[in-house]
């Protein structure tokens, strides 16, 4: 129960809150594959959820996400999440929000 994959929503039809528990079960269900999360920037992350990782897995796969020219993956408002590495298998991921700026009071934010 609490070790298994868990398939996270098609991301087209969510609301952005929704959408970031997507992105936080993908992470999650990474990081019980490896034993850990992905690390690295953004778009480092992003390339691991896409397959750059030891088996090829593609964790985004089936999923309509948003990825901008950077190869990052990007909130509805087109702005890059923010992803901190809390520890091996915890991290936090944060949405600037609408005003599109990080660290303000609309920031949507998930671990």
């Known amino acids: 129960p ?3 994959e868990v398939a996270p929503p098609k991301m087209e039809t ?3 809150g929704q ?3 997507g992105l936080r079960l993908t992470i999650r269900n ?5 034993r850990g999360n992905p690390v690295g920037n953004n778009a480092e992350i992003t390339a691991a ?3 750059d990782n030891p088996n090829g897995a593609q964790f985004l796969e089936g999923l309509v996400v948003r990825v901008n020219g950077n190869g990052e993956l990007v909130d509805g408002w087109g702005t ?7 520890a091996a298998q915890e991290m936090e991921i944060r949405s600037a929000g609408p005003d599109r ?11």
Not at 80 to 86: N, S
Not at 105 to 110: K, N, P, Q
């Open 101 to 111: 700026a990080l660290w303000t009071a609309d920031d949507l934010v998930t671990r």
């Open 30 to 34: 990474y990081g019980l594959r490896y």
């Open 2 to 4: 609490g070790n298994r």
């Open 80 to 86: 890059p999440y923010f992803f901190h590495q809390l």
């Open 49 to 51: 959820l896409r397959g």
């Open 14 to 16: 969510l609301t952005d």
């Open 19 to 21: 959408a970031l528990e």
